[in-house]
């Protein structure tokens, strides 16, 4: 059986494994607005990833899950707090560094697939590599081509590829430059359960065979039954950790978020949530 | 009413919003109707001067009487002291006409005389300076002669006249071709007056303006020497000073009457007019000439700026709707209909076109009046008015036109607007690109166009290299113009693939640069009419360019071929050539002289043959075509391949040469330089004749501007005793110089216009690529893109979206330019296909550079995108 483990927010969610780190988040704030108009997307978030593993980060919508992915990819800049990948951090780091940091250390698969239509499938995945100005690594080509199914399409543009293959092709354009860490947001969103739960076997797939770190922000459980790890997340704070994943804690877990929400709503910062089990 | 109001409430909503854009748009407007204001306006100013020129000869004339038959219809002595007496007439002035010769030394030349006033409400001179003159060898001047001829009161000129002896008139009316005139009624003589400088007298108001000034002299005076021309100039009007002045704008009829009937001796009878109704009529006789031209001409301009501002608000609208479509698309869900959105659109360009033309007359206007206010400063001899008079025409014309336009050129979006589906609201997706169809039927007409009329313009080349010029000239103009329309309505088929060809040179560079050609290709209508705007400028530019070029080259030719020197001086004694030959090279500017001799001479059996003979280092240094004239040595001839060919004498043949005192055998030597045919040594003609010569100083002229250089040749030739005939083509070839150079300055300046208000296009092109592509560069922003790298790749779109325009353009105007050369300068002689590199290469500079500037604005818009926005769902 699943262990589920909900913890106080202000403790840093521990890596189980004592694998090494690829992102940490420590303090993690963003707010929007100023004072009474004040929001709190993010509320001081404690959290470890580990390398070479798979981990959702789930919760309803508006619960800063995005918000959270966006700082922990040096998408967005934080109110206070740090972002670490690897050992450097990201939070303070210029645009000109933080570009630099994408090009090289980090990917991103997106919901809405986001490849470019004039281009195709074999140049939208090697577009990466040609932006940092690099040689494309052809077996690691070859290797991605193979592991998600891609061969007989690299000639095809994105308006002649099902929405599936196109988010295999953009998951093989997140991984062609080996970054340390790939985030999907709702990789799944716009797919039906077929080709999402083929994509969501690719990502795992790509995690187990070829090494690589993801972090996929879903709101689905079923999606977030495919990752080693999801990390719960209501209000801008860290509301639970489940390991090994499966439907029906993932479920759980969210509909107890679901019923905690009102209660969380008016706690006051500092206060831990409660830890009651699924 | 019930459907407009809410139209009309959501028009102004999104204009707020839009405000940005539609001032880029705006610009465009505000240019072109400035434009159609100014040249309304200056069409106003050009009237308004024309008249008061006309009216300026009359003076303060209370009447004009004018022959009827302005050819025949002369006033004689007995009418005018007819009308003098007739009551009511206080004084008459005849209106005598007379152009003589006047100068002082080398400066001066022809010049208008006009008669000492009678009355000084008859005379537009005014005498500012000592006396009028009284007796026939005194003259006053207008301070402009004055001052060319370097003369003040008190000094002396010379006028020259020509004293033909009784009935000469009527034997040149003699259809016998054997007839000789000057044997049985003598030669014509030249006389030379001296007179002496009296006064100077201004001509405030211009009445001799076009002839640079004038000259007085006594009535009577200039009536005799008017008489003594073999074709006296008729009087045809006369002045009249009344003793009250007449109430009212016209005659009254009893006193119009008693006038007409007191000049009985005008044949074909006479008409009697208030001077402001001859002003008035004349002046529309002229301003519906050659003004009008210049009118249409200028319009023509303001039309092709018009055009191009309407396919830059074409373009403008489209980036509207594209950027409005979740808004309209929600307007359709919530029970718009198509009928709303499309008047919403319309109205819209209406209420931009207004305000932006209501800006561009205000600008225009201003302009204007700051080129009338400028204007004094750079003496145009003309006085013009200083504040410009505004008609119901200039304000409600260029209204008319820019709403108009502007509405007309927003239909094509307005129906873009209404096929924007209610869905398109629902849906997350990025702003749908709106298509267009492009049709077959483009096609077809745009290669008729084509087809049709590079076919015409190919028969109008020939035409006019055949002679045909006028014809030729229709052809190639009316050919031209339908070729390039078909060229620019068939540009959305073919332009693409050129950018893409282009692009593929351009997309090795880099990732950017690849980037940038796949999304210039994207949408190939919108590029291909960005492009074509400001190919329309750049081919009118360069066609003018090259075309002026042309001109210039082959005229210069032309020049070099027929004359061997840039001056030549010839002398009525050979007494003082050689002082005439040392003041001319002691000129500055005059670089090497020659002394040239021609003689009549017996060359071969060709009897009375012209020769020349010259020192031949001397030849060699003053000619233009120096290779040539170091072939000549003693004992040698040098002959054209013609005359050659005609005495049938190839090189190394000998040939004699004979005259009074002998004859030579000289070698023939064949010249390329058709101007040194028949060019032997002096040495070599001394010993054959000394008898029917005369010698010339030639002159090369180096490094000065041969104009300046041309007159200190002219005083200098004056200086020495005797007189001199001074003739200079590199005068006259940078006199054509300066003509076409001021033209081409003129046409390439409002063409201007056309290229700037295209260069806006290529920004709002740009600017709806980055509203388009919002998340495209967010998500290569967060893949890797740098901010310099999005930057570099809209600067890379703009570059080649000019750069397509500017690279046809040339082309296309190079084509255009030698076509029309060919066609309209065939006349002069050989045709010189010029390729101006600088203009061209101006051009192209200016064409990349605004490329790159318009690239700033959109790519500050794209780079502020942050990569977040390719994550959202929305």
């Excluded at chain 2, 045919?677 to 054959?688: E, K, Q, V, Y």
């Amino acid at each position: 059986m699943d262990t589920t483990v909900y913890l106080p927010a202000d403790q840093p969610a521990p890596a189980p494994g004592g694998a090494a780190r690829a992102v940490r988040a420590r303090s993690l704030t963003k707010t929007y607005g100023k004072g009474e108009a004040i929001v709190r997307a993010l509320d001081g978030v404690d959290v470890d990833f580990e390398e070479g593993r798979f981990t959702a980060i789930m919760g309803p919508s508006g619960s800063g899950k995005s918000t959270l992915m966006h700082l922990l990819a040096g998408l967005d800049s934080a109110t206070s707090g740090q972002a670490f990948l690897g050992t450097t951090e990201i939070t303070g780091l210029n645009d000109k560094a933080l570009t630099r940091l994408r090009r090289d250390r980090v990917g991103f698969v997106f919901q809405q697939f986001n490849l470019l239509p004039m281009f195709t499938a074999e140049q939208n995945i090697t577009l990466p590599v040609e932006l940092a100005g690099g040689a494309v690594d052809r077996a690691w080509f070859d290797t991605l081509v193979e592991t998600l199914g891609l061969a007989g399409r690299l000639t095809h543009r994105p308006g002649e590829l099902s929405g599936g293959q196109q988010q295999r092709v953009a998951i093989a354009r997140a991984l062609i430059a080996q970054p340390d860490v790939v985030f999907a947001d709702e990789p799944t969103g716009n797919l039906d359960s077929r080709s999402g739960a083929e994509v969501l076997s690719f990502l795992r797939r790509s995690v187990r065979e070829l090494g690589r770190t993801i972090i996929m922000v879903t709101h689905d459980p079923s999606a977030a039954a495919y990752a080693d790890r999801a990390v719960l997340i209501a209000d801008g704070r860290i509301a639970g950790d489940i390991s090994d994943p499966t439907p029906e804690s993932a479920m759980a877990g969210l509909d107890a978020l679901r019923t905690l929400e009102p209660d969380v709503a008016t706690r006051p910062a500092g206060t831990t949530a409660p830890g009651t089990g699924a | 009413m019930a459907t407009s109001f809410p139209t009309a409430r959501l028009t102004l909503g999104q204009m707020r919003r839009s405000v940005g854009r539609l001032t880029a748009a705006g610009v465009a407007i505000v240019i072109s109707t400035a434009f159609v204001t100014v040249t309304l306006l200056a069409g106003g100013v050009i009237q308004g001067t024309t008249h008061d020129m006309v009216a300026a000869q009359y003076a303060r004339a209370d009447l004009v009487v004018s022959a009827t038959d302005q050819e025949q219809g002369s006033f004689g002595a007995d009418d005018v002291s007819a009308v003098a007496a007739v009551d009511g007439v206080d004084t008459v002035q005849p209106l005598v006409s007379w152009m003589g010769d006047l100068r002082n030394g080398g400066k001066g030349g022809y010049l208008a005389f006009a008669p000492v006033p009678e009355d000084s409400r008859l005379s537009p001179l005014e005498l500012t300076d000592g006396a009028w003159p009284a007796a026939d060898d005194e003259v006053a001047l207008t301070p402009q002669v004055a001052e060319r001829l370097e003369v003040g009161v008190g000094d002396t000129v010379t006028l020259a006249r020509t004293l033909y002896p009784d009935g000469w008139a009527d034997s040149q009316e003699s259809v016998d071709p054997a007839a000789d005139p000057a044997a049985e009624l003598g030669e014509p003589e030249e006389v030379t007056e001296t007179l002496t400088v009296t006064g100077l007298a201004d001509d405030p108001y211009g009445a001799y303006a076009t002839y640079g000034g004038a000259a007085a002299v006594p009535a009577a005076t200039l009536d005799a020497w008017n008489a003594a021309e073999p074709y006296p100039n008729p009087v045809s009007e006369l002045l009249v000073a009344l003793d009250v002045p007449p109430a009212g704008d016209s005659v009254p009829a009893p006193l119009s009457e008693a006038i007409q009937a007191a000049a009985d001796g005008v044949a074909g009878g006479t008409s009697v007019a208030t001077t402001e109704e001859v002003a008035t009529a004349k002046t529309a006789e002229q301003t519906g000439g050659q003004d009008l031209v210049f009118f249409v001409f200028v319009m023509t301009f303001a039309a092709i700026a018009l055009l191009i501002a309407a396919m830059v608000i074409t373009n403008t609208f489209q980036v509207l709707v594209a950027q409005r479509i979740r808004t309209l698309a929600l307007l359709r869900c919530i029970g718009a209909g198509t009928g709303q959105l499309y008047r919403s659109v319309l109205l819209e360009a209406a209420i931009l076109g207004a305000v932006a033309s209501a800006v561009g007359i205000v600008t225009g206007a201003v302009l204007a009046q700051a080129a009338l206010l400028v204007a004094p400063a750079f003496d145009l001899g003309v006085p013009i008015p200083t504040t410009i008079t505004p008609t119901w025409q200039s304000v409600v014309l260029p209204l008319a036109v820019g709403a108009g336009v502007t509405v007309l050129a927003a239909l094509a979006p307005a129906r873009s607007a209404t096929r924007v589906a209610p869905l398109a609201a629902l849906r997350p997706s990025d702003a749908p690109t709106l298509h267009a169809r492009s049709g077959r039927a483009r096609l077809v007409i745009s290669l008729l166009c084509v087809v049709g009329g590079f076919t015409a313009l190919g028969g109008g080349v020939a035409l006019g290299m055949s002679g045909g010029t006028q014809f030729g000239l229709v052809a190639a103009v009316g050919g031209g113009a339908l070729a390039f329309f078909g060229v620019v309505l068939s540009a959305v088929l073919w332009l693409p693939r050129f950018a893409a060809a282009l692009g593929a040179l351009v997309a090795r560079t880099g990732p950017a640069a690849r980037l940038a050609v796949a999304n210039t290709l994207r949408n190939p209508r919108r590029t291909a009419a960005t492009s074509t705007a400001l190919l329309i400028g750049v081919t009118l530019v360069t066609m003018m360019s090259t075309g002026a070029a042309s001109a210039r080259m082959s005229a210069d030719s032309l020049l070099d071929e027929t004359f061997p020197y840039d001056v030549s001086v010839s002398t009525s004694s050979p007494d003082y050539v050689e002082d005439v030959r040392d003041a001319v090279a002691d000129t500055p500017g005059v670089a090497a002289t020659a002394l040239v001799t021609n003689a009549i001479v017996t060359l071969g059996d060709m009897e009375d043959a012209g020769i020349i003979a010259a020192d031949p280092q001397d030849l060699a240094a003053m000619v233009n075509v120096s290779d040539e004239a170091e072939r000549l040595t003693d004992g040698s001839i040098l002959l054209s391949q013609d005359e050659a060919d005609q005495m049938s004498l190839s090189e190394g043949d000998r040939t004699t040469v004979s005259g009074t005192d002998g004859s030579v055998d000289l070698a023939v030597v064949i010249t390329t330089a058709d101007p040194l045919n028949h060019t032997i040594t002096a040495a070599d003609l001394s010993r054959i004749t000394d008898d029917d010569t005369w010698t010339d100083v030639w002159a090369h002229i180096s490094g000065a501007d041969a104009t300046t250089v041309l007159a200190d040749v002219q005083d200098a030739a004056a200086q020495v005793d005797g007189e001199a005939f001074v003739m200079g083509p590199a005068a006259q070839a940078a006199q054509f110089r300066q003509v076409v150079d001021v033209i081409l300055g003129i046409v390439v300046g409002l063409l201007a216009v056309a290229v700037v208000i295209a260069l806006i296009g290529v920004t709002n092109t740009l600017s709806l690529s980055v509203i388009e592509r919002t998340r495209e560069s967010a998500t290569l922003r967060a893949i890797g893109l740098s901010k310099e790298q999005l930057r570099g790749m809209l600067a890379v779109e703009g570059v080649l979206i000019a750069g397509v325009g500017a690279i046809l353009g040339i082309v296309l105007g190079l084509v255009f330019g030698w076509a029309g050369a060919a066609t309209a300068l065939s006349v002069m002689g050989d045709v010189r296909y010029a390729v101006p590199w600088t203009d061209l290469t101006a051009v192209l500079a200016v064409a990349l550079v605004a490329g790159l500037i318009a690239s700033v604005v959109p790519a500050r818009a794209a780079v502020r995108t942050h990569p977040v926005a390719a994550l959202a769902a929305e």
